[in-house]
């Protein structure tokens, strides 16, 4: 069955620690995305990619870096730049170009990230 | 600018009672609308959508969303609640038809009395 998967599940960070997280989907979608969710505060975007090589800021991705060297894989670093990295991050694609009838967005199951 | 406003962070009814989560939006162009559920630790689910072909739309596990243009209005309801409904719920907008950018509502979490 084809998905996104979101892998570790749970993921620690000590203080000072760049720590990387996965994503890889195997629907063929050109477009993906990372979000941070805070409890009362809903999804807020981080970084959006759609395509291969190519990547744009969120409205939060100060402390954080990405790369797209495969269209499957969009893994997100979390820096040590980032002040507050406690968070549920979620993943997610979509097909580029899509007409009305198109899914919007897929996710995965989501990386829950504590600081030690 | 785009934005969604839940009212109501958080619902709780009675199994077999009524569900209704409130959605308003902001937008300057026709929106696309979707409301997706979110169940603890998991990634998020499309429940419906409206993209103008029809005014009430129906989702699964027995949602439906009506689209008000007049209220600026796309709120969730069920008519009788199951235990299983229990979870966090999203409303989010779009502006375009290749959803690259989806603003999200800060989430509605449903809880379900026995």
């Known amino acids: 069955d084809g998905g996104i998967t979101q892998s570790p599940k749970y993921l620690f960070r000590k203080e000072g620690q760049n720590v990387t997280l996965s994503c890889e989907q195997n629907?063929?979608?050109?477009?993906m995305y990372w979000y941070r969710q805070d409890p009362g505060q809903g999804l807020r975007l981080i970084y959006y990619s759609q395509i291969v090589n190519d990547f744009q800021k969120g409205d939060i991705a100060e402390g954080y870096s990405v790369s797209r060297e495969k269209k499957e894989s969009f893994p997100l670093t979390v820096t040590s730049a980032q002040k507050n990295p406690t968070a549920f991050y979620l993943c997610?694609?979509?097909?580029?170009?899509?007409?009305?009838?198109?899914?919007?967005?897929?996710f995965g199951d989501g990386t829950r990230l504590s600081i030690l | 600018a785009q934005s969604v406003t839940q009212l109501g962070s958080h619902v709780s009814v009675s199994e077999g009672a009524l569900v209704l989560l409130r959605c308003n939006y902001s937008?300057?162009?026709?929106?696309?609308l979707f409301w997706y559920v979110q169940y603890p630790n998991q990634g998020l689910q499309l429940l419906l959508k409206y993209t103008s072909a029809a005014t009430l739309v129906k989702g699964i596990n027995g949602f439906e969303a009506e689209f008000k243009k007049s209220e600026t209005s796309f709120h969730l309801t069920k008519p009788s609640a199951h235990m299983s409904d229990a979870a966090e719920y999203f409303c989010a907008v779009s502006d375009d038809s290749s959803a690259s950018k989806i603003i999200f509502g800060s989430g509605t979490r449903l809880s379900i009395r026995p």
């Open positions: 629907l063929n979608h050109d477009a």
């Open positions: 937008s300057s162009v026709p929106p696309y």
């Open positions: 997610a694609s979509s097909i580029r170009d899509r007409g009305q009838d198109d899914q919007p967005q897929h």
